[in-house]
């Protein structure tokens, strides 16, 4: 007699078949800013896909990530807070001799045990020599960039945006250059992988198709996956500068190219989710979109202050969305405390699959998406890390960012500026000024107090500003390659 296994989320009710467990898909984005789209507030964009997404699903409004690539795609893939798993002050670059931890699990590695395919389309950013691959992290499948879109020759676009006159072909010597990778013009043409394999040079014609590339595998997977338990990573390069919005749609929009780009992803989105409700999967999987990090510059953070960078609310609070039907309940919004860090935790729970031995640092925030958390916060504190330092922490609606903290991008979001005393902790209440304009540090001193012992008892862990002991070794190669395209001369 065939033995089921069962899983269940008595929060939600859920009793999970180990022969009908759900499908997981993670759709990131990368540099959207808060209000890029319909459903945080966009008047400039046109994104009906996920204003139907949202409609459907729950919008999570105080999802955080990281101020940066490599760190919050490590905290994705691991549970954990980047600084734990890839310690390091900033992003990775092409032939770096580090990388994420290689012994942090990432979600592909929890969930292939418990019987999924996976698949990762897209960016990648935690490492391109080999052992840092997609394919050696539990990844059955790999088609992307391994880095930004920016990471390239300038001569073939990777410096400037659609319609810019590109610069004279010029190749620097490697100084200033380190073990975190290839910098500036010292950088070989941009490669798209095939598992470990490159396939082609992305030059400009490459860059306007990466969206429309990305989204006909995405589907081709979960066409392929159909009768099968799969998780799928689709990270796209989308909307990082160089900004290059598909042939299709450049121009469409009444709003330059990066609305044009902005409006590609969200017609990527719809693919997918009409891909799942033709193939009869849109009840059996849920989907998460969301960005990697806060909008630059050209992005729009209103109401949040600041830009990515920085630990600003504009730099981390991310536009985020759940999609289940049936199951997360249609038109609803979650205010909890979350991020990247539950986004491994969570799908282990909703598919019966063991979590990493090691400490992680998210935690299963399906109540919350299910609307069943009962008043319980998924974090009562959450700390902003911008590389190696802990530039602020938030527990519940208080969010004290620390005097030494840096102000990259710090324009932006509010109308306001905050009003400070100079070379002093400054204290926001989120709840009633999402937008950092107004320090009440000075009405609310035990308030301070308290958060400055939470943020002081860190230092037994990851540390406040070099590595604590609870930060993990960095993976790394000897005499890293860089990645190079077979028709480069």
């Known amino acids: 007699m065939r033995t089921l296994l069962f899983a269940f989320s008595l929060s939600c009710g859920i009793a999970i078949l180990a022969a009908e467990k759900p499908n997981f898909i993670v759709i990131n984005i990368d540099d959207m800013g808060y209000a890029d789209i319909g459903p945080f507030g966009s008047k400039l964009n046109r994104t009906p896909h996920l204003d139907r997404m949202a409609k459907e699903g729950c919008k999570l409004t105080s999802y955080y990530a990281a101020p940066s690539c490599s760190p919050s795609r490590a905290a994705l893939m691991t549970g954990c807070y980047p600084k734990r798993v890839l310690p390091i002050p900033g992003v990775l670059f092409p032939a770096a001799a580090v990388g994420l931890n290689l012994k942090s699990p990432t979600i592909a590695e929890v969930l292939k045990p418990a019987g999924y395919t996976t698949g990762c389309i897209g960016k990648w950013h935690l490492g391109d020599q080999p052992p840092f691959l997609p394919t050696r992290r539990g990844f059955d499948y790999y088609l992307g960039i391994p880095y930004s879109n920016d ?25 200033g250059n380190d073990e975190a990778g290839l910098r500036g013009m010292s950088q070989p043409p941009l490669p798209l992988l095939e598992n470990e394999k490159v396939i082609a040079r992305v030059k400009q014609d490459e860059q306007q198709g990466i969206v429309e590339r990305y989204t006909t595998a995405a589907v081709k997977f979960i066409k392929a996956n159909r009768n099968k338990s799969f998780f799928l990573y689709l990270p796209h390069n989308a909307v990082h500068f160089p900004i290059y919005p598909g042939k299709k749609w450049a121009g469409k929009s009444p709003n330059g190219i990066y609305s044009d780009w902005v409006e590609e992803v969200d017609w990527s989105v719809g693919q997918v989710l009409d891909t799942l409700r033709e193939l009869k999967l849109d009840k059996k999987t849920l989907v998460i979109f969301t960005s990697d990090n806060g909008g630059t510059q050209r992005a729009v953070n209103a109401p949040l202050r600041g830009f990515k960078g920085s630990t600003w609310e504009g730099g981390m609070r991310e536009p985020t969305i759940a999609w289940w039907p049936g199951k997360v309940p249609a038109g609803t919004t979650c205010d909890a405390i979350t991020g990247m860090i539950d986004i491994l935790p969570t799908l282990a729970a909703l598919a019966g699959a063991k979590l990493p031995n090691s400490k992680i640092d998210g935690v299963n925030i399906w109540p919350h998406l299910c609307g069943k958390a009962d ?40 109308k306001k500026r905050p009003k400070a005393q100079p070379n002093s902790d400054q204290l926001y209440n989120l709840a009633t000024d999402i937008g950092e304009t107004t320090d009440v540090a000075a009405a609310n001193p035990e308030i301070v107090k308290k958060l400055q012992a939470i943020a002081t008892a860190m230092e037994n862990d990851l540390g ?20 190079i395209p077979h028709d480069h001369k």
């Open 464 to 483: 406040t500003k070099d590595t604590g002991p609870g930060c993990r070794e960095l993976g790394r190669v000897t005499n890293p390659q860089p990645l």
């Open 151 to 175: 990471m390239g020759l300038a001569s073939e676009g990777s410096k400037s945006s659609l319609g810019d006159k590109l610069p004279e072909p010029r190749l620097t010597n490697l100084t």
């Open 375 to 414: 008043g319980k916060p998924a974090h009562e504190t959450f700390y902003y890390y911008r590389g190696l330092k802990l530039e602020a922490i938030r527990h519940g609606p208080w969010k004290l960012r620390f005097a030494s903290a840096a102000d990259p991008a710090a324009k932006g979001g509010g």
